[in-house]
């Protein structure tokens, strides 16, 4: 299987402060990958490493073969091979847009609509991905008036839109409320085990926000990863305790993971 992303001893410096420190992890196809970590521990600029925004000051990033700022890589082929869902991109998306045009301005890679007609293909996918996540009812909505649970599920739509082979989700469930939250770790889930689903990263504070079919979990503490492998192996009691720093309990139950601190003694 062929490396969809690969950092080899990547450390990204700013202000003389390492944000990731001596980093190698590798996600090959077909893997689905959490990650995990304290407020500030790096997750995010893993993120932006992984979707080519920002580059290594030391060390070396692959994605999808392209190696950042070597021989041959162009950015700008690159981008629009990877998905990115995050609060970073919700900001720069005009507020007056419709969720449709939202969605739609994603194929051409924009963040702003533009006057000229768009292909009735392209809206056909924008529909589609958008009853995908259950937002058929909202296409005509302006992007601006939408509750943190459905600006959440346009992103997603929006960042599928251009068939990405690399989906990056930074905190989907942020900010939902306990039925918007299974919602859309049900539809994650059954994105996950879509075959045909790009490789995924999804960055979260909260395990019981795991998708079932999600494969692998890597742990960040203060830009230094604690675990990273096989989430049966890997999220265990004693990564998570370590990864934030005080005794924590992890429970598998079926397909889904909850944790808790020690009860008082
Ligand atoms: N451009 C920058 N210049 C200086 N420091 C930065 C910059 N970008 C991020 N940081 C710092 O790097 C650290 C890691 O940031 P990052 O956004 O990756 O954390 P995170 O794990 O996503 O945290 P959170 O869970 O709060 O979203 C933080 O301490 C942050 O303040
Ligand atoms: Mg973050």
Redesign the pocket.
């Known amino acids: 299987m062929s490396d969809v992303l690969e950092l080899v001893d990547v450390s990204v410096v ?2 003389g ?1 390492a ?1 990731v420190e001596d980093v190698s992890w590798s996600v090959k196809e077909g893997e689905r990958w959490v990650i995990l ?10 993120l932006n490493l992984a979707s080519s925004y920002l580059f290594p000051s030391t060390g070396t990033a692959t994605i999808l073969g392209d190696q950042l700022g070597g021989v041959g890589t162009d950015v700008f082929e690159l981008r629009p091979r990877i998905g990115m869902a995050g609060v970073a991109m919700a900001d720069k998306l005009p507020k007056r847009q419709t969720v449709l045009q939202t969605v739609l301005t994603a194929a051409y890679g924009m963040t702003a609509t533009w006057n000229e007609n768009y292909e009735a293909v392209d809206e056909e996918r924008a529909r589609a991905f958008l009853d995908r996540l259950g937002m058929t009812e909202y296409l005509g909505r302006r992007f601006g008036t939408l509750s943190e649970g459905e600006r959440k599920r346009t992103l997603i739509a929006r960042a599928m839109m251009t068939d990405p082979e690399l989906l990056l989700l930074d ?1 989907p469930a942020a900010g939902l409320d306990l039925g918007g939250r299974e919602d859309l770790v049900r539809r994650l889930g059954r994105l996950a085990r879509d075959p045909y689903a790009p490789s995924m990263i999804m ?1 979260t ?1 909260h395990v019981e926000e795991i998708p079932p079919g999600f494969t692998h979990v890597l742990m ?1 503490r203060q ?1 230094k990863i604690l675990a990273a492998g096989p989430m049966e192996t890997e999220l265990s009691s004693r990564n998570l305790s370590r990864c934030f720093g005080l005794p924590l309990i992890v429970e598998h139950t079926g397909d889904r993971y909850t944790a808790h601190g020690l009860p008082l003694s």
């Open positions: 700013r202000d402060r944000l970590g304290p407020n500030g521990a790096g997750k995010t600029t893993l905190e960055v504070h960040i830009g």
